[in-house]
């Protein structure tokens, strides 16, 4: 069970920011990323939470969800930085973030399954 969101960047401080999830923290899954792309990558904050991680990883996600990138990349925009130094500063609270939607896992799989279907059906109507 995963209970640390965590927050990933370049060590150089530039490019996009990492949303994810570990069990083991931030600083390990940076070295993984390292290793496997020969990118340096530093863990800049994380947060133990209070329950299973994956829930509020989403809620992170979908509050984000207008400047995500790709994965769980996201563009640094001042919103993120300054959630990012609460977490930091030991301030940050669930609250500050919005849970968009009854639930934000489903809503992302709805997304997903939306966009899913569509380029079915466009594919479909080309063979056609």
């Known amino acids: 069970m995963s209970t640390f969101v ?4 370049r060590k150089d401080g ?3 920011i990492k949303i994810g999830t570990s069990w083991r923290g931030g600083e390990a899954r940076a070295i993984d990323i ?3 792309n020969g990118v340096e990558i530093a863990c800049i904050a994380e947060w133990r939470t209070p329950r299973c991680a994956n829930s509020y990883e989403a809620r992170f996600h979908a509050h984000f969800e207008p400047h995500h990138l790709g994965h769980e990349w996201f563009d640094p925009v001042p919103e993120l930085l300054a959630i990012i130094d609460h977490v930091n500063a030991g301030t940050f609270r669930d609250d500050m973030i919005i849970q968009r939607g009854w639930c934000v896992t489903k809503a992302y799989q709805t997304k997903a399954s939306i966009a899913h279907w569509g380029d079915l059906a466009r594919k479909s109507a080309r063979a056609a």
């Open 34 to 36: 390292t290793r496997r």
């Open 14 to 16: 530039n490019g996009p």
């Open 6 to 9: 965590y927050f990933l960047r």
